[in-house]
């Protein structure tokens, strides 16, 4: 109990929250189970109820930094706090992803200068706060949050709000860079969460009458994400069409598959020559999982007609039995293998 | 800011903590009992509905004749047609309801003409979704009733592998059914890799056989499926933070961990993992019945997080 206390106070916790996880520890504890638990799982399961005290209290915490602080695989955590959850059925609210991208951005070293970091790298708090939400925002909306692990996005949203507030001077920093400076690690998704957000401003950006003519790419469309993001209900709903009603019939025409998307970018690259004077049809709005080809087909298997009592012929059977001849080989060899760790290796 | 609260669809009413909402399942009939016995009432209802109209256009003439007359003959007249209409089952609908029957609709569960098979239910109805979850495997047990060595199955079988300071079973495989066995000493058997349950059955029964044929007297002894796997595919993607905030009670939602949503059903007792592709799996089940019937009760409440402006 007394390590569950020191969680708390590591976190910086409010003082309630250590007696509500200490009450959930002795809950869990009552059980036999736990009880009878190695000593990891019973570290494990400290960590487990100071998360769910957290997240009952909407307090951001992440089960990556709970690892970090215990020393355990994510694996091993994971199994203790499902089995947990289930053991005392609670009811743990999701983790809410305003407050860990206030906690998150508080925690880049880049709103002082230091002697790491460049004077023209250092940026306004509340500034970078408020863009990087709305960059959430965004790639909530957009299904890049959905299914994903939310520190990359989160990450990626932060460097872009970065680095578009001063452009000029910060659009040659790189990603790796960006968090090195900032003293926070890199989540190794935050590269694709990145590109995946900068898609989605482009596309945004091809329906913004004074954006269309300058033929933007992933680097030039940083500078304008201020005016995006400011646009951005009217430009989502005009750049993307709503894909869940039509996945279905794009699936069925056999040359259909990616049409929509197809037609968006054969627009693109002919209206491009045309100065962009009409946007691009709008894309699917559809997670990247579904706009991507699939991998391979799945063919329909065929109905069976096994019955479960058919006859089994001996020959079928006879074929997975090794021959006499084959059964001495094996021996052999066997024997072989046996012997061969004691004869030294040679140097 | 929470991501998900702006885009949602309105709040999906709670179900009663055992089947979620919104699902008109009946008593403790399974789905395909039900729809088969509705199917069975609908024939006769509408011979009886035939009869009915003739009667009422004979009474509504007579109505017509005797409108002069007390108005309660008419209120009679009126509540026998309405109380007529209100009989039709709900899961069938008349060709009034907008509501059409999904294109390209065909008996929901084909199934291979065993005794094993359950019964394959009658056509659907229109709350029906018309996807067919697909058995991805079967996991079986079954005692070949005799103590075995497993040291000389691993000698004598080609397709056998043994490693006792591993594992204390023998894996052996067949390539027709396509399927993996665990036998251990004792004489009990785990089958798994089966498409169905008869390749399951087929698969064991194949594994004894060969167990037989290495010298053992392997019975086939309580032959059991313990679990079946099932798949299938929605085809629109599914806001998976709007589901754990209106079925809370039966949904764990752990991006961190997984990508996916695990939904805990209470009737039939079976685990969906719901991903955002709207990728459905299905497990849990005992019979095949209950993956069908669990994909019938999920679909209509993720059609519901289906729009998403």
């Known amino acids: 109990l007394r390590r569950v206390r020191d969680l708390c106070r590591v976190l910086q916790l409010p003082p309630t929250f250590e007696d509500t996880a200490v009450a959930y520890y002795q809950q869990a504890y009552r059980h036999a189970g736990i009880r009878a638990a190695r000593l990891q799982k019973k570290e494990v399961l400290v960590g487990c109820c100071v998360l769910i005290t957290c997240r009952q209290h909407n307090w951001p915490l992440t089960m990556g930094a709970i690892c970090t602080l215990l020393y355990v695989d994510l694996d091993v955590f994971s199994s203790t706090y499902m089995q947990i959850v289930k053991l005392l059925g609670l009811d743990v609210p999701s983790l809410c992803l305003a407050e860990l991208v206030k906690t998150y951005c508080n925690s880049f070293k880049l709103f002082e200068a230091s002697p790491s970091v460049p004077a023209k790298y250092v940026e306004d708090k509340e500034k970078m706060l408020s863009r990087t939400l709305q960059l959430v925002e965004l790639a909530s909306e957009t299904w890049l949050v959905t299914g994903r692990h939310p520190l990359p996005v989160i990450t990626a949203a932060t460097f872009l709000a970065w680095q578009s507030l001063q452009p000029a001077y910060r659009l040659s920093c790189s990603l790796a860079r960006f968090c090195k400076l900032a003293n926070v690690d890199l989540p190794y998704p935050a590269s694709s969460r990145l590109q995946e957000l900068l898609a989605v401003l482009l596309r945004m950006a091809e329906h913004l009458a004074w954006l269309r003519v300058l033929r933007l790419d992933k680097r030039s469309v940083v500078k304008h994400i201020g005016d995006l993001l400011q646009h951005r209900h009217s430009l989502v709903r005009s750049a993307f069409r709503d894909g869940t009603g039509e996945v279905e019939t794009l699936e069925k025409e056999p040359l259909g598959q990616g049409q929509g998307q197809g037609e968006g970018e054969v627009g693109n690259n002919s209206l491009g020559l045309l100065q962009g004077k009409r946007p691009a049809s709008p894309a699917l709005l559809l997670p990247p999982c579904m706009l991507k080809p699939p991998k391979r087909t799945c063919p329909t298997p065929p109905v069976s007609t096994v019955t479960g009592e058919e006859d089994i012929s001996d020959s079928e059977i006879e074929q997975y039995l090794r021959t006499p001849q084959e059964v001495r080989d094996f021996q052999r060899a066997q024997a072989a293998k046996q012997a061969a760790p004691s004869v030294a290796n040679p140097p | ?309």
């Open chain 2, 1 to 309: 800011m929470t991501p998900g609260i702006p885009i949602f669809s309105p709040m999906m009413p709670y179900g009663t903590g055992l089947t979620p909402q919104p699902i008109q399942n009946t008593n403790s009939l399974s789905i395909l009992e039900e729809q088969q016995r509705q199917q069975q009432q609908q024939q006769q209802q509408q011979q009886q509905q035939q009869q009915q109209q003739q009667q009422q256009q004979q009474q509504q003439a007579v109505a017509a004749a005797a409108v002069q007359q007390s108005t309660s003959q008419q209120a009679t007249s009126q509540q026998a047609t309405q109380g007529t209409s209100g009989q039709a089952p709900q899961l069938f609908h008349s060709q009034t309801l907008t509501t059409a029957p999904l294109p390209g609709t065909t008996p929901l569960y084909p199934s291979p003409m065993t005794p094993m098979t359950p019964i394959t239910p009658a056509t659907p109805a229109s709350e029906s979704s018309g996807i067919v979850p697909q058995l991805q495997n079967i996991v079986s047990t079954v005692n070949l009733g005799c103590k075995l060595d497993l040291k000389t199955i691993a000698l004598r079988a080609r397709n056998a592998e043994y490693n006792p300071k591993r594992f204390a079973a023998v894996i052996m495989r067949i390539r027709e059914p396509r399927t993996t066995a665990l036998i251990f000493s004792s004489g009990k058997m785990v089958c798994t890799g089966a498409k169905s349950e008869e390749q399951s059955r087929l698969a064991a029964r194949k594994y004894a056989r060969v167990v037989q044929k290495l010298g053992f007297p392997a019975k086939f002894l309580d032959f059991k499926i313990q679990n079946m796997v099932g798949s299938c595919d929605v085809k629109f993607p599914i806001r998976l933070e709007g589901l754990v905030l209106t079925h809370q009670q039966f949904s764990s939602y752990e991006p961190e961990l997984f990508p996916g949503l695990i939904y805990r059903m209470i009737k039939p007792r079976i685990v969906l993992l719901i991903f955002v592709s709207g990728k459905v799996v299905l497990t849990g089940a005992k019979v095949r019945a209950e993956i069908y019937e669990a994909f019938e009760n999920i679909y209509p409440i993720l059609k519901g997080f289906r729009k998403t402006t």
